[in-house]
C-alpha cells in the first residue's frame, strides 16, 4: 500500500492541474455585472484634445466597441493587428480607453504602431476602467446603439473571438435595425 501512495499523489496532482488548465482557458470568459445593462456614465478628456469632454451619451444611436488599452501593455500590442483589421471593415466605431497611461506615451505608441480607433479617450486616473469593470488592459466591450453592454472580453482579441463572438453580435444589431 506505501508503494501506491506516490503513485496516488501523482494521480491526484495531474488532476488538480488539468482542472486547473482548463479554467485558465475560461480567463476571457468570466462573467461581467454589465452584460445586458447601460454602460457606466462617464465623461473622459479626448486623447488628442483635452479641452474636449466627451461623454457615454455622445455615443448612443449606434453600435461601438470599446477597448481598454495602454502603451505599456505587451498584450494590447499583440491584439492591435486584430483591431486594426476589425476597424478597416468600417462596420463599428471603435474607441479606445487609454487605461492609466501618460497622454505624450500613448500617442507616441499609437504613432508607432497605428491608430485604428474612432475616438481616443484618455482614463488616467482609471477611474472609469474601475466603473466598467476593468480588471486589466486589454478588455473590450461591445455596446449595443442603445448604450447596453452586449459582450466583453478580458484579455487580447483574437480573430476567432471577432468571428465568433463579435461580428455575430454586430450582424444581428445590424439586421433588427
Known sequence: MSRLLPLLGFFLLTALLAVGLQR????????????????P??????????????????????????????????ACRVEHPVIEALARTGRIDIIGFNY?????????????????YTLHLA??????SIDFGVYAAPETFLI???????????????EEVV???????LAAMEASG
Open 41 to 74: 456614465a462617464y465623461t473622459l478628456p479626448a486623447l488628442y484634445e483635452p479641452e474636449r469632454q466627451v461623454s457615454n451619451r455622445e455615443l448612443t444611436g449606434r453600435p461601438y466597441l470599446v477597448n481598454f488599452w495602454a502603451s505599456w501593455c505587451a
Open 100 to 116: 492609466r497611461d501618460e497622454p505624450d506615451d500613448a500617442k507616441a505608441w499609437l504613432a508607432r504602431w497605428g491608430d485604428p
Open 144 to 158: 449595443d446603439p442603445q448604450g447596453v453592454v452586449v459582450f466583453k472580453h478580458l484579455g487580447a482579441l483574437t
Open 123 to 128: 482614463d488616467q486616473d482609471g477611474r472609469v
Open 24 to 39: 485558465a482557458d475560461k480567463k476571457t470568459e468570466l462573467p461581467s455585472p454589465l452584460l445586458g445593462k447601460p454602460v
Open 163 to 169: 468571428a465568433q463572438e463579435i461580428l455575430p453580435r
